[in-house]
């Protein structure tokens, strides 16, 4: 193992990364320093970022001494190691703002919330705390579930209150987090959206051999469909179609909605394009009560789900790309969702909002980004069990989108079929096809792995939770949240709690299984190969 190259290419990468610290550092700065805290009274973040900008280059510095002798080419298992490295040493930087400013005491719920960031997960651990308005002191939250058996959680808030001077209104929650951090949370979000790898690949020299395989490491699904002869180039282009759709998201929501301002517009757009689902607003998108926003956004989520290399092709002319088969099973799996979810909220809502909510709610479900208009936890059981289904469902290969992926299920189902047919036809001679496409057995093995591991770490990963006491509804649907990068669940989970309930243990796996999930688990599985670390094979 190259480590000494890897140490240089990383050295890089912490340098690349101090870019994307500077934009939240100025945010803080122009609130602090220029409005003052009479209009942002809450805890200042400029110094935290400076801070973290400081210790990013310090890290990068150290590498690249540990490096600086190597060449930095990297070959296959020192570009997944890096993939991996990078996974986990991106959000220990992203999580150091909101230690430094004090918004988290606790180090582990700044690194969930960087995980949940740079996966696109979008779950979060920022809960208000609840103080007694006599003592002015912290009481724990309680909250109790009857699932089969009464489940009780005790569990303190994350973010104390700030007391706006102008109104002596008291704020909570996301109200009394710096707009800083709330813009680094939807940032880091956009990030992992368009896969830091990507833009790593896009920008940084030559990689050697390794480039290519950090790009098919990061662009998800079981084929990575090169569009151009060169890497560097495929995902340059895929970074400024990425761009294109959050700027015309930005436009659309801020000409329809008077009450969105350009940081709200932002902030939503990069966490709608990436299937993020982080929000700056306790109640989320709900807070705008705009049928045209949630539309928009719609609109918006199921285009970051769909493949960017059918963009690309059709912007080329290509426009036979459309009929590719797993963009039309993914849009006739949207309808139907939709047509179920609205039949069944028929007895709650006037069809119109029926229509909106149920619509809205299936799609960003499906596409793991995770927003919510509604408390879809008093839903019927159907609407909550087809949204649980489309959790693992997930959008196209190649897109922002989590789950498992539209492609592989239609592969599953082939193969289930040539299986069946075998017992009756044992001499016939048989192809995987989609479309026009053969799977290869390589392809078809991997895509049955993949189900299986995906199944074992749901069941594994919600036995642990319950043996932690977490109640099995609960336990299951934030195992598939994490898994998937879904962001929301159900019951603790559910629209109107956060993940704050779970035990520093819970944190762990959370982190574990959003970054397994986000590496499509085969980049994670191989750390725990023994075989992977020798120095020869």
């Not at 000409?255 to 109640?283: E, K, M």
């Not at 649980?388 to 498992?404: D, E, H, K, N, P």
Request: charged share 10%; net charge positive; with cysteine.
């Amino acid at each position: 193992m190259l480590y000494r190259d890897i140490c240089k290419t990383l050295s890089f990468y912490m340098w690349i990364l101090v870019i994307p610290l500077s934009i939240p550092f100025f945010i803080g700065a122009y609130c602090e320093w220029i409005v003052g805290p009479e209009v942002y009274p809450q805890p200042p973040a400029a110094f935290a970022f400076l801070l973290t900008i400081g210790t990013t280059v310090l890290v990068g510095a150290l590498f690249w001494l540990i490096g600086r002798n190597r060449t930095g080419h990297l070959f296959r298992r020192e570009a997944l190691l890096l993939v991996l490295l990078v996974y986990l040493l991106t959000p220990a930087i992203g999580a150091l703002p909101f230690l430094f400013n004090g918004t988290f005491s606790n180090p582990l719920d700044g690194y969930f919330e960087s995980v949940s960031g740079i996966t696109t997960t979008g779950a979060t651990v920022m809960q208000a705390k609840k103080i007694d308005p006599q003592t002015k002191a912290e009481r724990p939250i309680k909250v109790s579930f009857v699932t089969g058996a009464k489940t009780t959680y005790t569990y303190n808030g994350t973010i104390s209150p700030v007391i706006d001077p102008k109104t002596h209104e008291v704020l909570s929650g996301l109200d009394a987090v710096s707009p800083a951090l709330l813009f680094w949370r939807s940032l880091m979000q956009w990030m992992g959206g368009g896969g830091i790898i990507v833009l790593f690949v896009a920008i940084l020299p030559a990689l050697g051999v390794g480039g290519k395989i950090l790009f098919q490491t990061e662009v998800t699904g079981p084929s990575k469909e090169s569009m151009m002869p060169q890497i560097k180039e495929t995902a340059s282009k895929l970074w400024k179609i990425y761009l294109g759709l959050t700027i015309c998201q930005i436009i659309l929501l801020m000409v329809t909605n008077d009450a969105i301002s350009l940081f709200d517009a932002v902030t939503i757009s990069f966490s709608t394009i990436s299937t993020g689902g982080f929000t700056g607003q306790n109640n989320g998108i709900a807070t705008f009560n705009s049928a045209y926003t949630d539309w928009i956004i719609v609109l918006f989520m199921i285009l970051g789900s769909i493949s960017f290399s059918i963009y690309f092709f059709c912007m080329r002319g290509k426009f036979n790309r459309l009929r590719d088969p797993e963009l039309r099973l993914f849009l006739l799996i949207i309808l139907f969702a939709v047509i179920v979810a609205t039949w069944q909220l028929l007895g709650s809502y006037p069809f119109w909002k029926a229509f909106q909510f149920g619509t809205f709610q299936v799609i960003s479900a499906q596409t793991s980004t995770g927003f919510s208009t509604a408390n879809y936890d008093i839903w019927p059981f159907s609407v909550q069990v087809l949204m649980l289904i489309l959790f693992y469902v997930g959008g196209m290969a190649g897109s922002t989108a989590g789950g498992i992926k539209v492609v592989r299920h239609q592969t599953f189902f082939r193969i289930m079929l040539n299986k069946i047919e075998s017992i009756y036809r044992p001499d016939a001679v048989r192809t995987y096809r989609l479309g026009n496409t053969i799977i290869d057995n390589r392809t078809a093995t991997t895509v049955l792995c993949y189900f299986m591991v995906t199944a074992s770490l749901a069941i594994m990963g919600t036995f642990l939770l319950v043996l932690d006491g977490v109640d099995p509804e609960t336990g299951l649907s934030t195992v598939s949240c994490m898994l998937n990068n879904v962001g929301i669940a159900f019951r603790m989970g559910g629209p109107t709690e956060s993940f704050a309930f779970l035990s520093n243990w819970g944190k762990i796996l959370s982190c574990f299984w959003m970054i397994a999930g986000r590496l499509e688990y085969f980049a994670v599985l191989i750390a725990f190969v023994p075989a992977f670390w020798r120095t020869s094979y």
